[in-house]
């Protein structure tokens, strides 16, 4: 391992700090573009600056250097020293991303296949990640957005606008990523407990 790689495990361990200011960033990359030490430097401050902002999977950083101007051959070449230090790793991210995401903003499986995707992340790494959220973990999440969606309303009597709710909560499903059967099944089985209730 060279020094620079010792500087990418060093200061990879440090993070968490607040990202410097990009400063003069058109200057440097001026400069750089005259010098190839340069320009790995800035390469390698670029992904520093965007993995202490949040976890990135590799294509995400790959992008943010092509918007930069970095060539494909640095890029990978500082993408794969990263990855050497362990501070990319597309399997860990797909698999911080599917839990936060399912567990904080209610996302179902397709959501987050499409999620995962979209950032980039390969088959193979999306899969694991989609395995940690069992079906029953996903019902119980969808089972939790109803309730408390009707927690604030009374479950209507009248045939049509009783219909007109469960289209809404089963929309609701949708748009978060969940199967329709899987959707329609339990905003059905959540009205029924609420109308229920209402008549005890």
Same mark, same amino acid.
């Given at each position: 391992?060279?020094? #620079? %790689?010792?500087? /990418?495990?060093?200061?990879?361990?440090?993070?968490?700090?607040?990202? =410097?200011?990009? @400063?003069?960033?058109?200057?440097?990359?001026? &400069?750089? !573009?005259? +010098?190839?030490?340069?320009?790995?430097?800035?390469?390698?401050?670029? /992904?520093?600056?965007?993995?202490?902002?949040? %976890?990135?999977?590799?294509?995400?950083?790959?992008?943010?250097?092509?918007?930069? @101007? $970095?060539?494909?051959?640095?890029?990978?070449?500082?993408? +794969?020293? $990263?990855?050497?230090?362990?501070? /990319?790793?597309?399997? #860990? $991210?797909?698999? =911080?991303?599917?839990?936060?995401?399912? &567990? $904080?903003?209610?996302? @179902? =499986?397709?959501?987050?296949?499409? !999620?995962?995707?979209?950032?980039?992340?390969?088959?193979?790494?999306?899969?694991?990640?989609?395995?940690?959220?069992?079906?029953? %973990?996903?019902?119980?999440?969808?089972?939790?957005?109803?309730?408390?969606?009707? #927690?604030?309303?009374?479950?209507?009597?009248?045939?049509?606008?009783?219909?007109?709710?469960? &289209? =809404?909560?089963?929309?609701?499903?949708?748009?978060?990523?969940?199967?329709?059967?899987?959707?329609?099944?339990?905003?059905?089985?959540?009205?029924?407990?609420?109308?229920? #209730?209402?008549?005890?």
């Amino acid at each position: 391992m060279d020094y #620079a %790689d010792d500087e /990418i495990v060093s200061r990879g361990r440090r993070r968490g700090r607040r990202p =410097r200011d990009d @400063g003069d960033a058109s200057g440097d990359r001026q &400069q750089a !573009e005259q +010098d190839p030490v340069k320009r790995e430097a800035l390469a390698r401050d670029l /992904i520093y600056r965007a993995l202490g902002m949040r %976890d990135h999977s590799r294509a995400e950083l790959r992008n943010k250097l092509a918007r930069r @101007g $970095f060539d494909e051959e640095l890029t990978e070449r500082m993408l +794969d020293k $990263f990855v050497a230090a362990g501070l /990319i790793d597309d399997a #860990a $991210f797909a698999q =911080r991303w599917v839990q936060s995401r399912h &567990q $904080f903003s209610g996302r @179902g =499986r397709r959501a987050l296949a499409q !999620e995962l995707r979209t950032k980039g992340v390969g088959d193979e790494e999306a899969s694991a990640a989609l395995d940690t959220v069992s079906r029953e %973990d996903e019902r119980e999440r969808a089972v939790e957005l109803v309730e408390r969606k009707l #927690a604030r309303v009374e479950v209507p009597e009248d045939r049509m606008e009783r219909d007109k709710l469960t &289209q =809404r909560l089963v929309g609701m499903l949708g748009r978060r990523g969940y199967h329709p059967s899987l959707a329609l099944s339990v905003v059905l089985d959540a009205i029924r407990e609420k109308a229920d #209730a209402q008549q005890e």
